[in-house]
């Protein structure tokens, strides 16, 4: 592998870890969203780069997967369920902007940590891209958890999804199966999420987690 | 397998007879036909499921039968049919009360053929992406029915599963990942290395680190699906919302499918000798599940949670054996998973009519259940009695053999093991006295009940626990020895 296609997958996966930390500080739904569109479209391009180097066309498959579903259909969606919902002001933050920031760059310090000593053996590019890939996913947990708003915890899970492909296209020459399958379960999961959003709308006009977490332990 | 000249493959159909079901279910609108039809569609994927016992067809890359999931398809299928029948008279109580109306009941009736589908489809799978691709698939289809309801509580509940339950499949995706990796420079590319039994005819070649990481993810990931504490959070909610019978197909397979996927996993961890041994996290994860639920047992104020927990507390004695290995310890471990899985569906069959009489979930609304309904109040009974584990029914014996063949290797993990199941004992002892005996508290009027699935599981517990056939001890005794 020339130096030049190690560089370039290296940048791409970089960046999206970077846009993952972008998402962390933002703190109105519409921005939230830009970002995610952003972030699929990074993915989008760093799938398509490997299929490149990989030389494996299928890879294609995924990548316009990438950009045709998860940088324009649904963030397009979202954007429209946020106007019907009349929610698109402050998302409210467990944790503070800092803290967050702090945690998530101890989780891709962990992530860097952990892949890279258990993955000496593989080649290099695969390497590197799981440990980027695994920064993705926790950076999507951490998320998840630090925000209390349904769509906005909805975009940390979509984001850790992203964070899994990059993954599986890493995988050198990983059947293709598992990206068809990648790509359904974020569609599946979006129409769920979508009948869920709309159910919780009729029945109590707001999409605040918290407001649904009335009850905690047992109820009555 | 060939019946009037026409080649039949049982595997086959086990997976389309639920997937014919589901898509005509979902166009027939008249409920009382779709309730039988869902009837017979799961009668029809059982005894495809006994016949598998028989025939044996060919692994390819994508299925795979032997002994291990042969087990688990016909518990599954047959827990899933009798559900089936209690399901029916369930749902056409809740028709009546008007707490489902048409249109959802056709829904739920496609989506219970759909989580018979698509836990078939784990059973069987040979590849680990395919498996994995059926495990979120029978979560996602569980979701929907644990939202059934509408109500605030069953969105709360469902939302929660959703999101703990997709954080479970994504970690497990990034373990199945990670062994693909572990696995590429051995087999090579494409898809032998994504292939179950080729994996594990040459694990002892790949490298133990990219192993002992994946482990984790995976345990983790499906962890949560198998409702392990601390990853349990989903599990009471999704149970005490749904529909009756969801929570009886939860507790009594789809934690069983879950955990299934574990141990295929982890004979791949053992037939590598430089990996970390899966055992201890198992033990750890197993133990601290169950004291948890255990003292967790008291607190309960809702009948469904009250049981969802002794779930939690059952998975952790069934993780815990598993994680202990060797001959006994499987054969305790499946002997356990058999039991739990007929006694908990039972219960829960026993609860969703008592649920339906009384108009509520609420332990303290009921009372006096042997002097209103003495049926339904007995079985009730003689199901906790199962469940709490007292001789001569068959949890007693398969917790016997678990504590007995712990006690030989690790005292110390046994009297933790003991512990946690005698407080589990009282609490549930506790609850139950509540509910069976004293004043008549509620609405006392008739219940339209099916009985025959409680008491056909009850009765196949009782016998198990007081003489097992020499042809079904050999036979779980040749799973253990798989198991390793």
Request: charged letters at 10%; glycine letters at 8%; one cysteine or more.
């Amino acid at each position: 592998m020339s130096n030049i296609d190690f560089d370039v997958a290296h940048l791409l996966a970089g960046s999206l870890v970077l846009v993952s930390f972008l998402q962390l500080y933002q703190d109105r739904l519409y921005a939230l969203l830009n970002i995610y569109a952003l972030h699929a479209l990074v993915l989008a391009a760093s799938v398509a780069w490997q299929a490149f180097v990989q030389d494996a066309p299928h890879l294609y498959v995924t990548a316009l997967i990438a950009l045709v579903f998860k940088a324009i259909v649904i963030p397009v969606a979202l954007h429209r369920i946020i106007v019907r919902l009349g929610i698109h002001r402050e998302i409210e933050k467990v944790v503070g902007v800092g803290p967050a920031m702090l945690a998530g760059i101890g989780l891709v310090a962990l992530s860097m940590v952990v892949m890279l000593r258990v993955t000496h053996e593989a080649d290099p590019l695969a390497r590197e891209d799981l440990a980027f890939a695994l920064s993705v996913v926790l950076l999507g947990l951490l998320m998840m958890i630090t925000r209390r708003n349904a769509v906005s915890q909805v975009v940390g899970f979509m984001s850790l999804e992203n964070g899994l492909v990059l993954a599986a296209t890493g995988a050198k020459g990983m059947p293709l199966v598992v990206e068809i399958s990648i790509a359904f379960s974020v569609l599946i999961a979006f129409i769920v999420i979508g009948i869920f959003l709309f159910r919780i709308r009729e029945r109590f006009d707001t999409v605040d987690v918290q407001v649904l977490d009335r009850f905690r332990g047992d109820r009555r | 397998m060939t019946i009037a000249g026409v080649t039949f493959n049982p595997i086959a159909g086990v997976l389309l007879i639920p997937a014919i079901a589901a898509a005509l279910l979902a166009l027939l609108p008249a409920y009382r036909v779709t309730a039988r039809l869902n009837v017979l569609a799961t009668a029809l994927t059982f005894t495809c499921a006994v016949s598998l016992l028989f025939s044996r067809p060919q692994p390819n890359a994508y299925l795979l039968l032997d002994d291990l999931n042969g087990t688990f398809i016909v518990l599954t299928t047959f827990v899933g049919f009798t559900t089936s029948i209690f399901s029916a008279s369930y749902i056409s109580h809740e028709l009546d009360v008007g707490r489902l109306t048409p249109p959802f009941v056709r829904f739920y009736h496609a989506m219970y053929q759909v989580l018979m589908f698509a836990m078939n489809l784990a059973l069987v799978a040979n590849n680990i992406g395919l498996m994995w691709v059926a495990i979120e698939l029978a979560t996602l289809t569980t979701v929907l029915m644990v939202g059934i309801y509408r109500t605030h509580e069953a969105l709360e509940a469902a939302w929660k599963y959703f999101i703990l339950g997709s954080v479970g499949i994504a970690l497990a995706l990034f373990g199945t990942i990670l062994v693909y990796m572990a696995a590429r420079p051995v087999v090579g590319e494409g898809l032998d290395a994504m292939v179950w039994s080729v994996l594990v005819a040459r694990a002892s070649a790949f490298d133990p680190a990219l192993l002992d990481v994946a482990f984790v993810f995976l345990l983790l990931g499906y962890g949560t699906k198998v409702g392990l504490a601390p990853l349990h959070a989903w599990l009471p909610d999704a149970h005490a919302e749904g529909p009756t019978p969801i929570s009886a197909v939860l507790s009594g397979l789809l934690l069983n499918v879950a955990l299934y996927a574990l141990l295929r996993f982890k004979m791949l961890m053992a037939a590598n000798a430089g990996a970390l041994a899966p055992g201890p996290l198992m033990v750890t994860l197993g133990l601290l599940s169950l004291v948890f639920a255990a003292f967790m047992l008291y607190r309960r104020r809702d009948i469904k949670r009250l049981f969802a927990y002794s779930s939690i507390e059952h998975m952790g004695i069934i993780t815990f054996a598993f994680g202990m290995g060797g001959p006994l310890a499987n054969f305790a471990g499946l002997l356990h998973m058999t039991m739990h899985s007929l006694t908990k569906s039972a219960i829960f069959f026993a609860v969703g009519h008592v649920a339906q009489v009384k108009g509520t979930q609420r332990i303290a609304d009921m009372g006096g259940l042997t002097e209103t309904h003495p049926v339904l109040g007995w079985g009730l009974i003689l199901g906790v009695v199962a469940i709490a584990g007292l001789p001569p029914l068959g949890i007693f014996m398969s917790e016997f053999l678990v504590v007995s063949s712990t006690f030989a290797r690790a005292p110390l993990l046994a009297l933790i093991l003991v512990f946690g199941i005698l407080v589990g004992l009282a609490a549930l002892f506790l609850r139950l006295n509540g509910i069976a005996f004293g004043e008549p508290k509620g609405p006392t009027g008739k219940v339209e009940a099916s009985y025959v699935p409680m008491f056909a599981h009850l009765t196949i517990v009782l016998v198990a626990g007081v003489y097992m056939p020499p042809a079904l001890v050999a036979w779980f005794q040749n799973v253990a020895g798989l198991l390793g």
